[in-house]
């Protein structure tokens, strides 16, 4: 069993300069009620709020704020149920089911101050949540004439921004956890949309995942499913007001699924690599899922992770997974049998047993929660009072990827966390693309030719990338500030 062991000045001195602005947990319920044992599309949908699905409960959220004293939730929602099949994905929503979300957010957000991370919890698919993550067409799969497009998807974020543009405690998480596609599409997409919420008028933190689950410790490896590395890929994403962190998710067992019972793989071996990549095109990360096993043997892995993204900048936040008005005696930590209750306040375990808020938050997570936390103005990289604009990057030279890609032996569900960019993702007015000096995991969207790739964008307002498209594809109009090679 490991223990982490630090003298106690040296913890004192690393809490003293951290850098995590937010640290709460991930509400699970918007996205229930919707699971077909025979995959049957439909199911659940639009469904019913308080009996299917529900965001939060507004007594656990007061606990977490009054009491344990958060900042930050991360708010799980279906995109088919705030764009309805029928009408597709884009700007037409269910008015009812929008309000009943934005009463939830405006809840965290203006009843109680903290903040409050929009999360469409759909995997980058659309159309069929009936078995999630693997049902649902994929966004902007052009060989799917069932699929959403990327324009689609930077319409339906442009929308949803412009309703939040003054709620300045709103932080905008893309997509939860993306998988098996390319990763040139997931960077596509994620562009269109960061594109259309500044379009909209929204400066808030934005959050952008990565392929493999936006698994940490597979953010660097290529294999089938997840090529190219999200490493090699997601540097390239360019924001006008430099406020994008990168979204990571990251478990703390033998699969980094989540779903174990033991914890065996510590996050401050298998994130090293992200924070490489971080450090050098000095970007930022965000956690917003992590979570472990009820018990003792677990305590060391969780402690583990949280004081590893304390003492490393490139880290501004985490949210636990999960809390969520609807698991009763389910655990959302692992198997379905197990039933020790969740990270939901006054969580039971079956036989009454305490629940994992009890023997996981309480006893685990909370006296490890980082002082400081940011407890106003907008929702930003660099924490309180910190400035939301366009702010110059550096020029200096980066490289594709500070590590050597590999093969994963582990096609399981890569759900390590990302980290969200320190500087942020650059901003469009004031840096260029930029060449690699060592090739071998340099993206074709910043070839010394120019050429962008399939997937890749070739225009739009702000855009001062490849405009060539490569042989075979088409710049093709999505939205003022969106063009892509189809």
Known sequence: ??????????????????TIYYAGVAESGGEFGVYSSTATPGTGLPGRFGVDYEFINESAIDIYVDQNKVNLFRVAFLLERMCPVATGLGSTFNETHYDEFAAAINYITVTKGAYAILDPHNYMRYNDPSQQPATGSIIGDTTDPKAATTAQFATFWGTLAGRFATNEKVIFGLMNEPHDMDTNLILANDQAAINAIRAAGANQL?????NGYTGGHSWTQDYTGNSPASSAVMYQLRDPVNNTAIDIHEYLDSDFSGSQITCSSLASSYLAPLTSWLQQYGLKAMITEFGAANGTQCAPYVADIINYMAENPEYIGWTAWAAGPFWGTSSA??????????????????GGAPG??????????????????????????????GVVGSISSSSSSSKGSSTSTKSSSSASRSSSTLKTTTSSVRSTATTTSKTSTTSSSKPATSTASGISPHWGQCAGTGYT??????????????????????
């Open 1 to 18: 069993m490991f223990y982490r062991s630090l003298p106690a000045l040296a913890l004192l001195a690393a809490r003293a300069a951290a």
């Open 206 to 210: 934005i959050l952008a995942p990565g």
């Open 333 to 350: 930590c692992c198997a379905s049998s197990m039933q020790w209750g969740s990270l939901e306040p006054n969580s039971l375990a079956t």
């Open 356 to 385: 994992m808020y009890e023997t996981v938050w309480l006893a685990e997570i909370e006296p490890l929660l980082p002082s400081g936390l940011q407890s106003s103005g907008i929702s930003n990289l660099r924490g309180p009072g």
């Open 465 to 486: 990338g490849p405009t060539v498209c490569a042989a075979g594809t088409t710049c093709t109009y999505s939205n003022p500030w969106y063009s892509q090679c189809l």
